[in-house]
Structure formats: structure tokens, C-alpha cells
């Protein structure tokens, strides 16, 4: 494992930095409990602090996690983006479920990331200082941690939602590593709620992100493309209906600037897809993305500079699902983005599934984004465009449908562009689209797109080619697709594109 500096970190721990907040974890060895570097406990010596890059590495190390701080709220429990883009991918899956299973699944996850099993555990270990089994281990118990904490779930859900096998197991995991039962780590101010289950009065969950936070840009741009029945932006509010595995359901998403926080509001009838709904919060929302570190190398650029300087906590706004958000770039093609959603809800109003009444957050919301097979078996005629455009749907969809992974993060960026310009109808545009939005490829860049063309004119208007962009865009890497983020948003005409 790559060697942290012990006094840096000590340094930070001393400042309460919360530049460092999910980047570092100590342990103590007094007390037998690691920290997040901004905990408000008594400062403990040098000589009895241990560092790490993980909570998981931590864990791994026979610390348990602080009552106080809760490692479990820590900005994305660690990002990592850029460190490696093995590792980055492999978190995504996992915090996904791809190791809800035994050990086996490394295997698995390996293969899909397109590197051998070994090089993966190598990797995890040299980048977060626990194995990708550990790593899912932990994430398991401090998603149970942060349940137990902010909401009146019962035990039981609580232990499914966080893919336990079973009560038992659950139990005898948490008095293992916090010498008590699960009940007796409830807050009082909890306690106080009235008990109910997700499907029943939902449930209330704060993510946290890393300062700062554009929360007007992210609400413009997802309210400009809202799709009617499916979502909804209301004053500073994001709701919109979700579908997985069958179930069907709503959330509701609002900024907490003073908590450095979203806070999300679930309501769902099946406890176990709370993780998957969680990673899909956070992808749409950008929450790993650490924008200070990535600003500092965009800025060195004199073109990108001042676009950074302007929005400071631009994100990349995300896709709820791979499959939803092809089929919003291909509805997308050459066309206005009012055009576009409004494709879009035509095309959610003939084969989306209707929500129940009593898992509506809003009785708006009405309507769930269609499966490939829903989107397969439907008659597209009706949709009122070109018939290549109709094709490229329903290959998109045959091709979801034949690999559920299609639109995970496996393999390089090069790989994953490949696989998606092999769909009918996919160009090289649309495959950097998706790449960038729904893959959460860090260094996807559609230099043809016109709004980036645009946003990089030089004082005099003129436009560099695509190639020209491409070149110019070499020193931008591997955040290019932020690049892009800020250029679509120096292009005035950046909310009525087809984006």
C-alpha cells in the first residue's frame, strides 16, 4: 500500500481540515476506534494514531468506527477518482452489489473491469489498503450504521437493505465490532420517530458532498429535461419516480448547503434496493466528484480558467440508469432539448409502468422510465420521427436486454466507447455522450458536439474543428469530461441543447 505521510495527516487531524474528510481515516490505538480527520473528539497523540486510505482499510485493521464522527457520512466513503481508474470503477460496482455474494464474485468483477483477479486485489490494496471483499464488507456495515442512526427502520429491514444474509449474521456482526446490539446504537432524537418501514413512510438519508456544490446549474439542467409523469423540479426540490428489479417507487432530492449534504427521501416497496438507489442518487448527482482538486488542474489551462473561477462547483450531472439515458441521447439527436424530452414522454406515456398511488412522493409523478423489454415490444411509429432514429431504439434496447452490464463502467474508456459505437445507430457522439453521463467515464469528450465548439471560440468567434479541440484537450486529461461541463455552460444557448 502506498505509504501516507504521517505527519501531513497528523497536521490535518490537528486543523480539523475537511479538505482531507474521506481521503484519510485514523485509527487510535488508546481507544481502538478510527475517525474521520474532522472529528470534534479530543485530539489524541502522535504516537497513537494510525493512518489510512480507507475506512475499509481501517476496518481491516481492527478499529472500529467512531460514534461521534460516523465515518459512514465521510464524502463518497472515499473517493478516488483519478488515483486509479481500475479501482474507481470497481468501487462504482460494488457500492452497486457486485460483491453481495462470497468471495467468488472478485472473480466476477474482475473480469467485467477487464483485468485478472490478482491485479485486481492488488490494486485495491495499494490504493485503499483493503481487498475489494473488505471493502464491500464494510460499505455493508456502515450503510447498516447510517440506517440505525437516521431512520426508524426496523432491524430486520435494516439488515436486508444492506445485504446481509441474514438477522443473525447481522447481529453478530455488530456486536463483534461494537461490543452491543445493533438496537442500542439508535439515537434518542431517532427513537422518538415513529417506527415504519421504507414502503410505508419512507425513509430520510443524507449523502454528503465535498464543497462547492452549483445545486442551481444541477436543478436547471435537470429540470430543462425533465420528462413528464417521471420527474419533477420544483423551487429547490428534484423528485422523480424509480423502477428496479421489478418494484416501483419515488424519491425526492433537496440540497442541505449547511450540511455540505443532499438529503434524500426514499420511498420504495422492496428495503433491498436501497443501495442500488443510493449509487444512482449519487451518479445523477455527481456526489463523488472532488471539484476543488479538478478545477486546480483545469484551470492551468488559460481558456478553461476563467469558466472554472465563474462556477467553481460545476458538476457533471449523471443518468439515473445506463439504459434511460442512451435512450435520452438518441431521442436527443438533432433536435432542441424541449424537443427531446418531450419525445421522451411520448414515448414514457406508451409503454412506462404506471406507479402505485401509495408510492407516489407526488401525484404527478405517475409513470416509471420503460424497460428494454417494454421499450422492444412497443409500437414506435406513433413517436413521430425518423426511422433510423426508431431502429436505433430498439437496438439499444435489444442490446440492454442481452447484457445488463452494457452500461457499467468495464474496461478502459476506450473499450467501453467501442462497445457502444457496435450498437446501431450509436456514433461517436452519442457513445462519448453516454460514456460521459451514464458510464461516468471521467475522461469522455464529444469534440463534435457543437455547444463545446462553441464554448471553446476563440474572442473573434471563430470555432476550432473537432480535431482541433481534441488536441487542444490533451492537457485536460483525465478530466475532460468536466472540461466539457464547463465549456457546454459558457455556450449561451447551453440549456436549449440537446444534452
Known sequence: MEQLDPVACYRALQTRDPRFDGRIFVGVTSTGIYCRPVCPARLAKFENCRWYASAAAA?????????????????????????????????????????????????????????GSRQLRRLFTQHLGASPIAVAQTRRVLFAKQLIHDTRMPMTEIAMAAGFGSVRRFNEIFQALFRRPPSALRRKAVQALPEGSVAETGVEL????????????????????????VEQVTGDCYR???????????????????????????????????????????????????????????????????????RPGLRAPGGWSGFELAIRAVLGQQVTVEAARRLASQL????????????????????????????????????????????ALAALAEAALADPHLFQPMGTIDETLARLRAIRGIGEWTAHYIALRAVRETDAFPASDIGLLRGAAAPDGTRPSPAALTDRAEPWRPWRAYAAQHLWAADPAYLKRSL
Open 59 to 115: 476496518q481491516e485493521a481492527g478499529f472500529r468506527p467512531c460514534l461521534r464522527c460516523r465515518p459512514e457520512t465521510a464524502p463518497d466513503l472515499g473517493a478516488w477518482r483519478g488515483t486509479s481508474n481500475t479501482v474507481t470503477r470497481g468501487l462504482a460496482l460494488i457500492a452497486e452489489g457486485a460483491l453481495d455474494g462470497d468471495e467468488a464474485g472478485v472473480d466476477q468483477l474482475a473480469e467485467r473491469l477487464g483485468v
Open 206 to 229: 443524507r449523502l454528503r458532498y465535498r464543497p462547492p456544490y452549483d445545486w442551481p446549474a444541477m436543478l436547471a439542467f435537470l429540470g430543462t429535461r425533465a420528462i413528464g409523469g
Open 240 to 310: 422523480r419516480t424509480v423502477q428496479h428489479e421489478g418494484g416501483l417507487g419515488t424519491i425526492e432530492v433537496r440540497d442541505l448547503p449547511q450540511r455540505q449534504s443532499l438529503l434524500v427521501t426514499i420511498r420504495f416497496p422492496n428495503v433491498g434496493a436501497l443501495p442500488a438507489i443510493v449509487a444512482s442518487v449519487r451518479r445523477v448527482f455527481d456526489l463523488g466528484a472532488d471539484v476543488a482538486t479538478i478545477g486546480a488542474h483545469l484551470a492551468q489551462d488559460p481558456l478553461l480558467a476563467p469558466l472554472v473561477a465563474e
Open 348 to 391: 414514457v406515456g406508451l409503454c412506462g409502468n404506471a406507479v402505485p398511488v401509495e408510492q407516489r412522493i407526488d401525484p404527478i409523478l405517475s409513470l416509471a422510465f420503460p424497460t428494454p423489454a417494454q421499450v422492444i415490444a412497443a409500437d414506435l411509429a406513433s413517436l413521430g420521427m425518423p426511422g433510423a432514429r426508431r431502429a
